[in-house]
């Protein structure tokens, strides 16, 4: 029999190796129930990790998903923008047209407007030694004018003026419409622009237009309000500390801007205008 000596003992070997195994055993089994329980809680703190995780995976997947449809969107307004720019560009070349012809046709009708009355002031040259209007007046169309720069003492004041032509049977000229100013533009002298700086009293033929009454409100004689002027550009001003309520023409380059503002007792030429005979 196998025997093993502790101390001054003999002692029988598989005994104490049934001991020792049993010992051995023991430490196991606790070694396993301890893991066990430990493994018991780090599954019961890994659920709620879990569930975290699976959140957090859905919400990346939702933000991809949003962020895939954005650029999408971002792309489709992209274009679409694009679009319109296109769109634009072509309605304002197509603008650009038809202002280039209108700007054209414009210019021809200005154009023929000017010829009408060059040949309607040739005419009325012709006609003059009809016995229309008297002598001294040239006529335009139903009008019979007399400009004072063909009589003595050739300037007057803007009142002095309506005198005078009330005199005469007429009134200072009432301009109706564009045809009369472009016939009055042709047949009247005209100065050069850049004698602009020079306006005073011979400068200036007095019309019948004034705002004497109202500030600002052009009354033309016939009491008829002003609706559209042909006035120079920077025109009327009401310049100086007594105003300038009485209007004069000047034919300079433009026969669409000739009028001016000036003082009423300023002397300067005159237009007288009556119906003919």
């Known amino acids: 029999m196998c025997t093993v000596k502790v101390g001054s003992r003999s ?17 196991l089994m606790l070694t396993a129930i301890v893991i066990g329980i430990y493994c018991g809680n780090v599954s019961e703190l890994s659920v709620p990790d879990q569930l975290e995780a699976q959140v ?87 009008s019979c004018y007399f400009h004072s720069k063909s009589a003595s003492g050739a300037f007057k004041t803007w009142h002095d003026s309506r005198a005078d032509c009330i005199a005469s049977g007429a009134s200072l ?57 042909y006035w120079i550009s920077g025109e009327p001003n009401n310049n100086g500390l007594m105003g300038e309520n009485c209007v004069a023409l000047m034919n300079m380059k433009s026969p669409s801007a000739t009028w001016f503002d000036a003082g009423c007792n300023e002397d300067m030429e005159w237009l007288c205008e009556k119906e003919v005979n």
């Open 11 to 27: 002692l029988p070997l598989y005994p104490l190796v049934t001991v020792c195994l049993g010992v051995l055993n023991t430490i």
């Open 173 to 229: 000229t009432v301009i109706d419409n564009l045809e009369e100013q472009l016939n009055l533009f042709e047949y009247l002298p005209k100065l050069d622009p850049s004698m602009r700086r020079l306006w005073r009293k011979s400068r200036g033929i007095w019309i019948g237009l004034t705002d004497i009454q109202t500030e600002g409100s052009w009354v033309w004689l016939n009491n008829v309000t002003l609706d559209e002027g």
């Open 56 to 142: 957090l995976f859905v919400e990346a997947k939702h933000i991809q998903t949003m962020q895939t449809e954005q650029i999408k969107a971002h792309e489709e307004a992209k274009q679409a923008l694009q679009k319109e720019i296109r769109a634009h560009e072509q309605l304002k070349l197509q603008f650009e047209q038809d202002k280039k012809l209108h700007d054209d046709l414009q210019n021809q009708l200005d154009i023929l407007t000017l010829e009408k009355a060059t040949l309607q002031a040739d005419k009325s040259n012709l006609q003059e030694s009809c016995g229309r209007c008297p002598p001294g007046w040239f006529l335009v169309n139903t």
